[in-house]
């Protein structure tokens, strides 16, 4: 029998997310998600602001931020490292990378797999443990991009539901790992003197806390990622930054709604990447979600006004 959620459902412009559906067990994470409703309204709820205008069908959704600033990075000739490279996401990227002429990728995983062209490295890595992230670094001392896409989603409702064990983990997969990983190797991309950068890939998820720990981790990666921008720019260090709201990936396999390809993710990743931009903005989702972080809480989060 389900207990009974302490939310209600949430309804932001074309995002209406039930947090109760959010998460209903399995172990890759959020098994249930709800239907992205598309039913914008013209301004915020109980506000006269502007919500984004809407994508239409003969404009593709493409809002990465495509900013022509320094420094920029491109896969041809570049030494790339994936996290979580056997996920459905991190899989594209390994392509991806080598369809742009990357010289060599290292796939890296928890259990690593065969790739069928040799400049895919199979390497092994558990961003938890820092002795792996120690051996990764030593070992593929020669990376000029790291890709910190490995991740993963607790499998109960709500900040004040899950275990001690589901927050340590979370924080330790979606937070620490990327984090120690871009700090490990920062020295060396640092010192290449150009041409280097970091991806971190959050989630719109950053922007809507209705995923409890997840959403956390992924609004802490966001500010971890500022910060290291920040750090990192003297050095000529690109580090980017990504939202998006459903994949079509393992992660969001019941999930109801639209998703974004995870091709066109990537796609859209290294377009900013290579036109050096900061932040990717994936999906309407995101968009949205970007637009909320300067809109009245009682407008992102209705049931607030509704309280009163
Ligand atoms: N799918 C979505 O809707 C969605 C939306 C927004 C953001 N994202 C983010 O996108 C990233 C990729 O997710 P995905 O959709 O590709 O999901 P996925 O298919 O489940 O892949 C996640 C990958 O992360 C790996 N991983 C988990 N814990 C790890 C650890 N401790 N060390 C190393 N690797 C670990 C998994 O490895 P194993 O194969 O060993 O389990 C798996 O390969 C994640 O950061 C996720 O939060 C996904």
């Known amino acids: ?10 309804t932001l412009g074309r995002l209406e997310l039930d947090p109760a559906t959010l998460f209903a067990g399995g172990a890759r994470g959020y098994t249930d998600y709800p239907t992205l409703t598309p039913a914008c309204p013209s301004t915020w709820p109980g506000s006269a602001s502007p919500m984004p205008a809407p994508a239409t069908p003969s404009q ?3 809002t990465s931020h495509l900013q022509e600033t320094h420094p920029m ?4 000739g570049a030494v790339v490292l994936v996290t979580g490279a056997n996920g459905g996401i991190g899989g594209h990227f390994v392509r991806e990378a080598l369809a742009r002429g990357a010289a060599k990728i290292y796939a890296t995983a928890r259990s690593p797999r065969e790739w069928d062209d040799e400049r895919v490295v199979p390497l092994t890595l558990d961003v938890t443990d820092p002795a792996s992230i120690r051996a990764a670094v030593e070992h593929a001392s020669d990376v000029t991009v790291l890709i910190n896409n490995a991740g993963s989603s607790p499998s109960t409702p709500g900040i004040l539901s899950h ?6 983990a979370n924080v330790e997969t979606n937070f620490l790992g990327p984090l120690f990983l871009a700090r490990a190797f920062a020295p060396a991309l640092s010192a290449a003197g150009g041409n280097t950068a970091i991806i971190d890939i959050h989630s719109a998820l950053s922007w809507y ?12 990666l966001w500010s971890a990622t500022n910060s290291l921008r920040l750090e ?3 050095a000529g260090v690109q580090v980017v930054g990504v939202h998006v709201g459903y994949v079509d990936t393992a992660m969001a396999a019941r999930a109801e709604g639209p998703k974004v390809d995870p091709a066109d993710l990537v796609d859209q990743v290294f ?3 290579e036109a050096g ?11 949205q979600l970007r637009a909320g972080l300067s809109a009245p809480l009682e407008a992102v989060y209705p049931q607030l006004a509704a309280g009163r």
């Open 271 to 273: 377009a900013t990447l």
């Open 232 to 234: 990192l720019q003297p």
């Open 73 to 76: 990075t491109s896969l041809n």
């Open 60 to 62: 593709p959704i493409r």
């Open 209 to 220: 806390a209705v995923a409890g720990i997840y959403s956390a981790t992924k609004a802490a």
């Open 163 to 168: 275990t001690d064990e589901e927050i340590r």
């Open 277 to 287: 931009g900061y932040e990717v903005l994936a999906d309407d989702t995101s968009v």
């Open 1 to 10: 029998m389900t207990s009974p959620s302490p939310w209600q459902p949430l």
